[in-house]
């Protein structure tokens, strides 16, 4: 039996875990949340002062560092060498080093037989920048979920203002805009949308409404 694997691409910010969640919730999948690898990586990095540039040791590293996702109560938990790091992951330190080390080809092979090895083994939606181009070219199901950077950066910029920072709508469009860049314009994997990926914008769209749409997606490939 071949299981079912939908791959959601998209740049930071377009809303791809909430969506991803939601609709694995609603389909009965997995959900897989490959930054959430890279970031578990970058934090084993930034705990032992590896620096992105000094290559032999991110080799070296890679080999010591274990990174796996437990889901518990329909949580998804992310361990490093047994211990649970899913808070820790999420401080802006670590969205830095993530951009910086997933960009390094060795640690993308690092995470390919875990990420290959789910997608065999489950139905899953897999979130990320290279799954539909890279990591599961034969998903049966391919969306690339954009929105403007505008409208990513307000969401951001929300989202940071609700827990109570002062922070400047301008600087977070520009930092949206600059990871962008940096996703897209990198050597190994860069963001793109797969060829046979379909656009999803959800500029203007509700959570549900993105949510509806994709899960009927995967309902009409199910049913083929
Ligand atoms: O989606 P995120 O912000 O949690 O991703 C963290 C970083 O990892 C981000 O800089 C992009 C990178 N990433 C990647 O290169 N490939 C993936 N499949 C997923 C994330």
Redesign the pocket.
Known sequence: MRFMNVAIDGP?GAG??TIAKACAKELGYIYV????M??GIALYMVDHKIRPTDIEAVKQALLDVNVTLRYEDGKQLLIVNGQDVSDRIRTPEV?AA??LF??IPEV?KALLDLQHDIAEKNNVLM?????GTV?LPQAQVKIYLDASPEIRGKRRYDELVLKGESVVLEDIIEDVKQ?DY??MHRET?PLKKADDAIVVDSSYMTIEEVQNKIVSLVREKENA
């Open positions: 930071a791809k875990s949340d490959t930054g959430a890279y970031r969205s993530a951009s997933s960009a993308r979130d990320g920048r290279d799954i990591i990871r940096q996703d994997s």
